[in-house]
């Protein structure tokens, strides 16, 4: 007796390889969301931080504090975010590195706002991040939150500008403190291809003195162009320690 061949009909086919691409997307997306020492998620929350189309975005708690004075990085961008959280509309963020990924990250100058966004961009393509995902529910207004791109490996880090589609063509650089700091200075040095770093007429002046949640604004000269050692210096108001950073950022 022949068996009869069954055919599954078309549409179960489609469907089962819609799902197969949906759960590896979300599986490419899952593997870009970070997870950070003392980082939590309250899953229940519609709001927390989780895979959300191409980029990982959200709310988050923070169970271990930290006494640490740092001042790190918040912004690196040409153009300047800007939204109306009314009206919200779509952040189109476009690489300034051709022919590489770079990694893209947000977060809020406040360090008591527990987002953030993370997310790949590569020259081909832009990221679209829509306003009204979780910036106009929280009510997270643009001059309180920094974007910046970055080029990482096990040994270092390079921040790289991202360019904010509409924005100006300016460079802008923020920095904030975890602590009340005084007396902000910084100087760039020269990175060559061989790794020697040597001084591009160090800066002597100071910026001032910034609280805690407050952008620091690092000028740029616009006739800069390639790698340099970005050095930064402050004295903690609180402890009287003096609090020393360096970055290496890339200028395009």
């Known amino acids: ?13 489609a469907r089962f390889i819609l799902t197969t691409i949906a759960i590896i997307s979300s599986n490419y997306c899952l593997s870009q969301c970070i997870k950070v020492e003392g980082m939590a998620v309250v899953e229940s929350d519609s ?11 959200g709310l988050f708690r923070c169970h271990v504090g930290s006494n640490e004075e740092r001042i790190s990085i918040i912004n690196f961008s040409t153009g300047k975010l800007h939204y109306d959280l009314q009206h919200p509309g779509v952040i189109s963020l476009i690489s300034s590195v051709p ?6 990250e947000a977060h809020p100058v406040s360090l008591s706002t527990f987002y953030r966004m993370d997310a790949t961009l590569n020259s081909n393509q832009p990221l679209e991040w829509r306003v009204n ?3 106009a529910k929280i009510n997270l207004h643009h001059n309180n939150l920094g974007v910046f791109g970055c080029i990482e490996n096990s040994r270092s880090r390079v921040y790289v500008p991202v360019v904010i589609a509409g924005g100006d063509n300016a460079l802008h650089l923020v920095l904030r403190s975890s602590v009340k700091v005084n007396d902000v200075r910084w100087q760039y040095k020269k990175v060559d291809q061989n790794g020697s770093r040597q001084y591009v007429v160090p800066n002597n002046s100071s910026l001032g003195d910034f609280f805690p949640n407050t952008p620091i604004k690092i000028p740029i000269d616009p006739t800069l162009k390639g790698t340099y050692e970005l050095q930064i210096v402050a004295i903690s108001s609180g402890s009287l320690d003096q609090i020393p950073e360096t970055y290496i950022i890339q200028i395009p």
């Not at 709001?47 to 975005?57: A, I, M, V």
């Not at 022919?99 to 893209?104: A, F, L």
């Open 133 to 135: 995902d979780i910036l």
């Open 47 to 57: 709001l927390h931080y989780k895979p959300r189309g191409n980029k990982c975005e």
């Open 1 to 13: 007796m022949k068996r009869k061949t069954i055919h599954a009909p078309i549409f179960l086919i």
């Open 99 to 104: 022919d590489k990924v770079i990694k893209v």
